[in-house]
């Protein structure tokens, strides 16, 4: 089976703060069928955007499908708190490319 | 109930708003203006250091064109985190362009502030009777944390607001306040479910970005007996179920629980369905009221004072080496110093500046951009060592080595500049309080 990166298939990935600790990602879909076909897929997960990362699975926080958002959201502990010393992203809005180059089985 | 419609102007006051916008959201018969004004989001510099967040002049040109609806329609107008992070001296620069505005435009009207500063003390009983929860930050809050915490406060719930708005308010000046509560505290005061109240002020919060094309512009909502809908103020823009639940999973960790002081909202029922073109409306939030009421501390330390250099580098023989160059002269420099203690942190620009150890790229770039930052107890300090370490860098010899006459192109001189001092947050945690409004003490002045 091919393979696509998520960017091909989302609508927008989005990463930003939430809270001074944390980095939540957004991934939503144009449509449900879209949705919930990459879902189906299993590609994107805690391990997947651990991976993508290079971090374990305990620093991902939280993994969410949003069925009425046709969304799904993935939240990880930021390596040092926002603004403190070597942080170089204050909002935490630039840390989506790894995760929207993830690959997703996909005819 | 009536149905009661809050006017939220923009994202953040002093970004912007239109003033065509603005008009037609007046028009359509808000009972309130409310907006929130700050945030931890820009980082702790603005707790820690008291400086605003947005400029004088652009607060003041925005209040001014708020304050002046607001009278003109007999409604009050309500600021939240006042400043950037809603600290005394951000609460008390604010209400001075808010007395000046009440001279400059001629307007008579009760001008209500709220402290949300907390003494340093009160924090300490805190954590000495164990009433003090981590929230993120991963450690305990400590009595040495809280000795080092230059500036500390914490955010309100609406009840604050609700009682400035008892005491007869047209204008509420209020410091850090959860910013769900600075849209849901009129509705609330004025009987609204406070479920959906709160709800609708995690949306309306942000201004128009729930709405598309989403920016920094007038949204409205209005809360009904058992929903709430949502209107971008500009006929340029449209609320969509789209756009509303996307906006519902912005800059916060669980898309179904929302925590504020006092309460947990449960999201998992919610449905958005839209209604005609530029409206949706929200149903099926539920709350439950916490056992214990916790209010959210947030503090900053200082660090330190930071000096910075910017350099590019174009060859390639020296982007090869770059690595070990950096471990080098970091090495160096913290020896050179010594005993003093220096943190040196290298952003490379088209390596890892951005992500730092979450990069999983490694390709070579063709150019890179360096910031050398230093941060040291005092300015001096700083200074000396981040021109110790640009002047190494520059003159650096290393294996390879084509072009002898240096390694960096500074775009300016002096090469090194100084950024003062640098906070941290160092408490961002949950205190449990009495009552929702001891912490809070409103003043009231007739202007």
Known sequence: ?107 | MAAITVLTPTGTLGYGFGDEALARGMALGPAVIAVDAGSTDPGPHYLGSGKPLVSDVSIKRELTALIRAGRHAGIPVIVGSVGGAGSGVQVERTAQLVREIAREQNLNFKLATIRSDIPIERAKRAVAAGEIVDFEAGSPLTEKLLDETVTLVAQMGHEPICAALDGGADVVIAGRACDDSVIAAFPIWRGADPALAIHMGKILECGAFSAEPFAMDVMLGTVHEDSFLLEPGSTARRASVKSVAAHSLYERENPFKQSGPGHEIDLSGCSFEQVGERQVRVRGARLTETADYYVKLEGARLAGYRSIAIAGIRCPTTIRALDAILDDVRRKALDYFAPASLSVVFHVYGGNGVMKELEPETALQREIGLVIEVTAADQELAHAACHQISGAMLHYHYPGIINTSGNLAFPYSPSDLDLGPVYEFSAYHLMKVDTPTELFPVRYEDL
């Open chain 1, 1 to 107: 089976m091919n393979t696509r990166p998520l960017k091909d298939l989302a609508d927008i990935v989005r990463s930003k703060n939430a809270g001074p600790y944390r980095i939540t990602f957004d991934i939503l879909f144009k449509d449900k069928a879209r949705y919930e076909a990459v879902r189906a897929t299993g590609a994107i997960s805690a391990e997947s955007v651990a991976k993508a990362y290079g971090i374990g699975v305990s620093q991902v926080s939280s993994f969410f499908e949003i069925d009425m958002a046709n969304a799904i959201k993935i939240t990880i502990k930021r390596p040092r708190a926002q603004g403190s010393s070597g942080d170089g992203d204050m909002y935490g809005c630039q840390h989506h490319v790894p995760l929207m180059l993830i690959d997703v089985p996909m005819e």
